[in-house]
């Protein structure tokens, strides 16, 4: 019998469970919110920049690929780009593989 009352004592206290329960969602509150603004915030910033990039692509620019191929843009379409690698050689990349501007094209 004694068993049995040290047990049922043991979880007897009914504010203390209560408090560890507001300070555990109190901490997961907080690590989310260094989650949020320390890799969340950052890569949805860097994200936005990519996309107005590319939106932001024209004639004559000289790009990398995200696979390291450089040219200068001679066509675009909404999803495709041709770039010129050499002389009289043009390829087709779709936009979402333009990886980075190195110098835009002369303004006229």
């Not at 860097?46 to 790009?63: F, P, S, T, Y």
């Amino acid at each position: 019998m004694n068993v049995a009352y040290a047990m049922g004592s043991a979880g007897g206290g009914g504010g203390a469970g209560g408090g560890v329960d507001l300070s555990f969602i109190i901490m997961m509150a907080v690590i989310f919110a260094i989650f949020y603004f320390l890799l969340i915030r950052p890569q949805q910033q860097k994200q936005k920049e990519i996309k107005n990039m590319r939106d932001n692509l024209a004639h004559g620019d000289m790009v990398i690929t995200v696979g390291g191929i450089h040219g200068k843009i001679t066509g675009l379409t909404d999803t495709v780009v041709t770039l010129e690698v050499s002389d009289k050689v043009r390829i087709k990349v779709s936009r979402d593989y333009i990886g980075m501007v190195t110098q835009k094209a002369a303004k006229e």
